[in-house]
């Protein structure tokens, strides 16, 4: 799947007006006693996901939408920020407002549960356009149209509908931190609901309702509520779905679980999960109607609030959080009290998702995004984390949060703030929710490149290249797509005989492994990185390391020695068999050697990458008698004593090479070659050793060079 493009985020400049100081309420209040939220006087207000949006004014004297983040009980304020400016800009222009109690117009509000707040604003020229804000400083209202009267008529996560009086249509568009969905719609006006990219309408008879998928682009489903009309206004929560046949018509919730239809009030109402509110005006009081039960209980009075001149007051002096929440709302003494609903929610569950694609170019060198950014829909708040592992089971960095929307961006790196190594990644999140009541768990795997590369790894997309020279001074990077073979190559030609290469990683900070050359007069250079867009050819870019390497009989890449998350170089002097240690100072060059071994009576030693798990490289080396061992990398720059690999192992080989993971399971493998040219792969198996061997070329003989 192709990376989409991040959609269009506008950045106003409202920075140094915006209040978003942290705040704290009082201890949380026992049972439905209402929690105050002091303030200056509110002009509009709305409540979703443990989020209260309200417009109020700041200690400037100015109006702002200000947004709070309150616990899962409603009794303390957790942080607080604004979503825009609410007040006359210079030019004139506004948030929309409509008649209320209030002095100068309430701002209908629209909370999405994922910490977003949507309202109208009108331009100076009258005009209007729908703006969904989802930070302090950032909303979306690209491609909305120029309209007036435009009132919105719900929105969940990152799905919002609205309707407009001037063109008489309705619209149906989604927002998204990172893409751009694609969902939008243009439509009649009619009774709408979204419980995320479910849209919810009426459909063809009375009490009729069908399932629109925004994603998927088709009905997936159609209901039969009950209801004794066409619907005229709908209000989906999870289960639950809302009908009503106009302001003062029969109304009922349909249970999608149970099938069947449950009679509630009629009149002006907002449902949570498992109940409605009511705003009783004649008796000044907030009425609550439980219905998760399966029948609707006798209404109960649960705040007091004075009838006001506005007939209808939702989302104007109270509202009520669908996702799990209670209800807020509006005193006379122009404090915000949130009421618990007492009402047991459904279990914790995801109304929807984004994913990220599941191929993650941490560097970015395509133009794509530098994080891998998914985001999920809670029903209700929940604690949550997000893990993501390697292939051997070792956790790379973990994420944690809370809330009803789960962001997750992570950038490719550990929890130490290294890169991660490239490769295959699994990934869980686990969310529990906030009120005890369920736990939602999903997985998923992704690949990482442009982060730190694996053994061998030259194009910068996890897996091991190996490198051969052939009798015309070809030097060719083989290349495998993950299947255990080799599967295509790129060369560069010019090399003379007697050159020896070895792959190896970066020595600077572009997260490209680079090539290290010895020339046939001894000369050392180092090849800067190409990250798999070319082969290498001497006039390509280099630097040079010295001379004198004709010295040493063995030059290879064991991984990280040194514990610093750089690949080291070891050479075996000729004359005395003595095993040095070049340390890669992460600035191009190598430090001076330090003798770690003298490794004289060995045939071959093999820089094999971390063979183990345990983070740091490895060396495998045979005796005369055919014996494979396997010396450990401490990650201080030494060796552990040797352990006993294979008896009696690869007397025919010419050529041994730990060419790093070429089977796309994260763990290194080996690769060699016997004296009648056959090519063959041993299994990694991440704990030290490998499996039996698997033929998977023939004809190598060709090859002067095998690194």
Same mark, same amino acid.
């Given at each position: 799947?192709?990376?989409?493009?991040?959609?269009?985020?506008?950045?106003?400049?409202?920075?140094?007006?915006?209040?978003?100081?942290?705040?704290?309420?009082?201890?949380?209040?026992?049972?439905?006693?209402?929690?105050?939220?002091?303030?200056?006087?509110?002009?509009?207000?709305?409540?979703?996901?443990?989020?209260?949006?309200?417009?109020?004014?700041?200690?400037?004297?100015?109006?702002?939408?200000?947004?709070?983040?309150?616990?899962?009980?409603?009794?303390?304020?957790?942080?607080?920020?604004?979503?825009?400016?609410?007040?006359?800009?210079?030019?004139?222009?506004?948030?929309?407002?409509?008649?209320?109690?209030?002095?100068?117009?309430?701002?209908?509000?629209?909370?999405?549960?994922?910490?977003?707040?949507?309202?109208?604003?009108?331009?100076?020229?009258?005009?209007?356009?729908?703006?969904?804000?989802?930070?302090?400083?950032?909303?979306?209202?690209?491609?909305?149209?120029?309209?007036?009267?435009?009132?919105?008529?719900?929105?969940?996560?990152?799905?919002?509908?609205?309707?407009?009086?001037?063109?008489?249509?309705?619209?149906?568009?989604?927002?998204?931190?990172?893409?751009?969905?694609?969902?939008?719609?243009?439509?009649?006006?009619?009774?709408?609901?979204?419980?995320?990219?479910?849209?919810?309408?009426?459909?063809?008879?009375?009490?009729?309702?069908?399932?629109?998928?925004?994603?998927?682009?088709?009905?997936?489903?159609?209901?039969?509520?009950?209801?004794?009309?066409?619907?005229?206004?709908?209000?989906?929560?999870?289960? +639950?779905?809302?009908?009503?046949?106009?302001?003062?018509?029969?109304?009922?919730?349909?249970?999608?679980?149970?099938?069947?239809?449950?009679?509630?009030?009629?009149?002006?109402?907002?449902?949570?999960?498992?109940?409605?509110?009511?705003?009783?005006?004649?008796?000044?009081?907030?009425?609550?109607?439980?219905?998760?039960?399966?029948?609707?209980?006798?209404?109960?009075?649960?705040?007091?609030?004075?009838?006001?001149?506005?007939?209808?007051?939702?989302?104007?002096?109270?509202?009520?959080?669908?996702?799990?929440?209670?209800?807020?709302?509006?005193?006379?003494?122009?404090?915000?009290?949130?009421?618990?609903?007492?009402?047991?929610?459904?279990?914790?569950?995801?109304?929807?998702?984004?994913? !990220?694609?599941?191929?993650?170019?941490?560097?970015?060198?395509?133009?794509?995004?530098?994080?891998?950014?998914?985001?999920?829909?809670?029903?209700?708040?929940?604690?949550?984390?997000?893990?993501?592992?390697?292939?051997?089971?070792?956790?790379?960095?973990?994420?944690?949060?809370?809330?009803? !929307?789960?962001?997750?961006?992570?950038?490719?790196?550990?929890?130490?703030?290294?890169?991660?190594?490239?490769?295959?990644?699994?990934?869980?999140?686990?969310?529990?929710?906030?009120?005890?009541?369920?736990?939602?768990?999903?997985?998923?795997?992704?690949?990482?490149?442009?982060?730190?590369?694996?053994?061998?790894?030259?194009?910068?997309?996890?897996?091991?290249?190996?490198?051969?020279?052939?009798?015309?001074?070809?030097?060719?990077?083989?290349?495998?797509?993950?299947?255990?073979?080799?599967?295509?190559?790129?060369?560069?030609?010019?090399?003379?005989?007697?050159?020896?290469?070895?792959?190896?990683?970066?020595?600077?900070?572009?997260?490209?492994?680079?090539?290290?050359?010895?020339?046939?007069?001894?000369?050392?250079?180092?090849?800067?990185?190409?990250?798999?867009?070319?082969?290498?050819?001497?006039?390509?870019?280099?630097?040079?390391?010295?001379?004198?390497?004709?010295?040493?009989?063995?030059?290879?890449?064991?991984?990280?020695?040194?514990?610093?998350?750089?690949?080291?170089?070891?050479?075996?002097?000729?004359?005395?068999?003595?095993?040095?240690?070049?340390?890669?100072?992460?600035?191009?060059?190598?430090?001076?050697?330090?003798?770690?071994?003298?490794?004289?009576?060995?045939?071959?030693?093999?820089?094999?990458?971390?063979?183990?798990?345990?983070?740091?490289?490895?060396?495998?080396?045979?005796?005369?008698?055919?014996?494979?061992?396997?010396?450990?990398?401490?990650?201080?720059?030494?060796?552990?004593?040797?352990?006993?690999?294979?008896?009696? +192992?690869?007397?025919?080989?010419?050529?041994?090479?730990?060419?790093?993971?070429?089977?796309?399971?994260?763990?290194?493998?080996?690769?060699?070659?016997?004296?009648?040219?056959?090519?063959?792969?041993?299994?990694?198996?991440?704990?030290?050793?490998?499996?039996?061997?698997?033929?998977?070329?023939?004809? +190598?003989?060709?090859?002067?060079?095998?690194?």
């Amino acid at each position: 799947m192709t990376r989409r493009a991040r959609i269009a985020l506008t950045l106003a400049s409202l920075a140094a007006l915006s209040a978003g100081t942290l705040t704290s309420a009082g201890p949380a209040a026992a049972d439905t006693t209402p929690t105050p939220i002091a303030t200056d006087g509110v002009w509009g207000i709305d409540y979703a996901g443990g989020f209260l949006t309200s417009v109020e004014k700041t200690p400037s004297g100015l109006q702002y939408v200000i947004g709070r983040q309150l616990s899962a009980d409603g009794s303390t304020v957790l942080e607080r920020s604004t979503r825009g400016y609410a007040d006359v800009f210079a030019d004139g222009s506004h948030a929309e407002r409509v008649p209320c109690d209030a002095s100068g117009g309430c701002v209908p509000l629209r909370s999405t549960g994922a910490q977003s707040v949507g309202y109208f604003f009108v331009d100076g020229d009258g005009t209007e356009s729908a703006q969904i804000w989802l930070s302090r400083q950032n909303y979306h209202s690209a491609d909305e149209p120029q309209v007036t009267g435009g009132r919105f008529v719900d929105a969940t996560g990152r799905y919002f509908v609205y309707n407009a009086a001037s063109t008489g249509k309705q619209y149906v568009d989604a927002v998204n931190r990172y893409r751009d969905d694609g969902v939008r719609l243009t439509r009649s006006v009619t009774a709408a609901s979204v419980w995320g990219s479910a849209l919810w309408t009426p459909g063809s008879g009375n009490g009729v309702v069908t399932q629109y998928d925004l994603e998927g682009k088709k009905t997936v489903t159609t209901v039969s509520t009950g209801a004794p009309c066409t619907v005229k206004e709908l209000q989906v929560v999870g289960r +639950w779905i809302y009908w009503n046949c106009g302001p003062t018509g029969v109304a009922g919730v349909y249970d999608r679980t149970a099938k069947k239809n449950i009679k509630v009030p009629s009149g002006p109402a907002l449902v949570g999960d498992g109940y409605l509110v009511q705003h009783d005006r004649s008796a000044g009081k907030l009425m609550l109607t439980d219905y998760h039960s399966g029948t609707a209980a006798a209404a109960r009075a649960i705040a007091d609030l004075p009838a006001g001149n506005t007939t209808d007051q939702r989302r104007l002096t109270w509202t009520v959080d669908k996702f799990g929440g209670g209800v807020a709302y509006v005193g006379t003494d122009r404090a915000i009290r949130i009421v618990p609903s007492g009402v047991p929610a459904q279990s914790l569950a995801k109304i929807e998702q984004d994913l !990220d694609d599941s191929d993650f170019d941490a560097a970015g060198r395509y133009g794509g995004s530098t994080t891998w950014d998914s985001t999920w829909q809670l029903n209700k708040p929940a604690g949550w984390t997000f893990t993501v592992k390697d292939a051997q089971g070792r956790t790379d960095r973990t994420l944690m949060g809370s809330g009803t !929307d789960i962001a997750v961006s992570w950038d490719g790196k550990t929890e130490s703030a290294a890169y991660a190594y490239n490769g295959p990644k699994t990934w869980t999140l686990t969310a529990k929710a906030a009120d005890g009541a369920g736990t939602y768990t999903t997985s998923g795997k992704l690949t990482l490149t442009g982060g730190r590369q694996g053994h061998h790894d030259q194009g910068g997309y996890a897996y091991g290249e190996l490198v051969t020279l052939n009798s015309s001074g070809t030097l060719s990077l083989q290349y495998t797509n993950g299947g255990g073979k080799f599967d295509w190559k790129q060369s560069g030609s010019g090399w003379p005989a007697g050159t020896v290469a070895v792959p190896f990683g970066d020595m600077g900070k572009d997260r490209c492994a680079e090539m290290l050359v010895r020339m046939p007069n001894g000369e050392l250079r180092r090849y800067a990185g190409k990250c798999g867009e070319s082969s290498y050819a001497p006039a390509s870019s280099h630097t040079s390391l010295g001379t004198g390497w004709n010295a040493y009989n063995v030059l290879t890449a064991p991984g990280d020695l040194t514990g610093d998350g750089r690949t080291d170089l070891l050479a075996r002097k000729a004359s005395t068999g003595d095993v040095y240690l070049f340390a890669n100072d992460g600035a191009s060059k190598l430090k001076p050697g330090v003798k770690i071994r003298s490794w004289a009576t060995y045939k071959k030693i093999v820089g094999a990458g971390d063979l183990n798990g345990d983070g740091f490289g490895d060396v495998l080396v045979q005796d005369k008698a055919g014996t494979l061992w396997r010396y450990d990398g401490t990650g201080t720059g030494q060796v552990k004593e040797r352990v006993k690999v294979f008896s009696h +192992w690869g007397t025919s080989y010419n050529v041994v090479v730990g060419v790093g993971d070429i089977t796309g399971d994260g763990k290194n493998d080996l690769v060699s070659r016997d004296t009648g040219g056959n090519l063959y792969r041993n299994d990694g198996n991440g704990k030290g050793s490998f499996g039996a061997r698997t033929k998977i070329a023939t004809g +190598w003989q060709a090859y002067k060079g095998i690194f």
